[in-house]
């Protein structure tokens, strides 16, 4: 599907897991919408859809967003959302240890149950209440570090780094070809007769790192913004 001006459209299944009340419905709403509601959010039933369309400097992805209930009686469900995804963004609420708890045995699920090429991206939401925050700095890190993840502490109350999250994980393919590739050309430069093996699933660092500086717009080049309901 051409996005216009020759950018092709790419196509990524994301399926949101996590502890219930964490926000991952508002995150998502927060992102295809641009709005918040201070009214409590209905509890999900079994899983929610929504997509949305954005461009980046030389593609334009289209999300396709499977947000899945946090309630323990729907997780049996859960292979049945995440066959065949592209990404999964597994979130917990900063406030919250219980809900990090959780959300570590979710990356160990996904990790065992699905395909090895998938994203796994890990967000702290409710960052909007870092005074009240009651899950340690330095284990997040170390899982994330541990397990490659694409991390950003996230608000969808505010907006903080909602789509900064969304685009850092449809920009990390990239980031680890454009490596990958690097290391090839290092190799060949060096005089090395083969080509060395790297892990693709590069530190989850390099590619939430470099969107830091992005803010919170989609101008990255884009030419075409749209959401589709």
Partial sequence: MDG????VTKKYKLVLFGDAAVGKTSLVLQFVKGNFSNEPQEATIGV???SKIVCLQDSTVKFEIWDTAGSARYQGLAPMYYRGADA??????????DSFTKAKTWI???QTQVKKSIILALAG???????????DRQKIQEFVEENDLVFME?????????????????????????EKKALEDQATSSGHNTTSTTNTSTSAAVAA?????????MSDGCCCCCVVL
């Fill in 4 to 7: 216009g001006s020759g950018c």
């Fill in 48 to 50: 929610a859809f929504q």
């Fill in 88 to 97: 999964a963004l597994v979130v917990f609420d900063i406030t919250n240890e």
């Fill in 108 to 110: 160990c699920t996904l």
């Fill in 125 to 135: 939401n409710k960052s909007d209440l870092k005074y009240h925050k009651s899950v």
């Fill in 154 to 178: 996230t608000s969808a109350k505010s907006g903080n780094n909602v789509t900064n999250m969304f685009l850092s994980i449809g920009k990390f393919p990239k980031l680890v070809e454009k």
């Fill in 209 to 217: 790192d470099s969107l830091d500086n992005e803010g919170d717009d």
